[in-house]
């Protein structure tokens, strides 16, 4: 497998989540980069980084799918959680020695696509509902979702509750 490339039938049309997928594919791209790389220290930085983004987004993703009231969202985290328990395998036995990096970077590239395809696409109309109902100032005077300006941080503050890696939401977010 070569780049991801992300296009438009990736997208859920819910801002926030596709810029987190397209980070996702990101840090990806940069392990195909590195997966030759006899630099481990470089390849070991990005597989840590890689994972823990994940399982960041995967936080704030199910704490908005609970607060949209998404009804499969207990099927919807135990594919994530097996998901994690996947990729800690992998860490563990690089870790170990092993050389991974083409093994995680295809399943990273394969799982990621497949997962946002049917398992996210799925949760969108009822989050996008949800956010429509939000009171959130509407940039510009627009009214409708796709430019409003949704403070996240605010909307779920529990969310640093859930995750207790220092700086991880500031790193989801961005900043």
């Not at 397209?22 to 930085?45: C, E, G, K």
Request: charged share 30%; no cysteine.
């Amino acid at each position: 497998m070569a780049h991801l490339v992300w296009s438009a039938d990736l997208d859920t049309g819910i801002a926030e989540i596709d810029r987190q997928h397209q980070r996702i594919a990101q840090y990806i791209n940069t392990l195909y980069n590195l997966r030759s790389s006899p630099d481990r220290q470089a390849l070991s930085q990005v597989i840590a980084d890689t994972a823990d983004y994940t399982e960041s987004h995967f936080a704030f993703e199910e704490s908005l799918l609970e607060q949209a009231g998404y009804t499969f969202l207990g099927p919807h985290k135990k594919v994530h959680e097996l998901f994690i328990r996947r990729i800690v395998s992998i860490q563990e036995r690089f870790a170990a020695g092993e050389d991974v990096a083409d093994e995680l970077h295809k399943l990273l590239s394969r799982w990621l696509f497949s997962h946002i395809r049917t398992e996210d696409h799925a949760y969108a109309a009822t989050v996008k509902k949800y956010l429509n109902r939000v009171d959130a100032a509407p940039r510009q005077g627009a009214p409708d979702a796709e430019t409003r300006h949704i403070d996240y941080e605010k909307l779920f503050p529990e969310l640093e509750h859930r995750m207790q890696k220092k700086g991880w939401l500031a790193r989801l977010f961005g900043r």
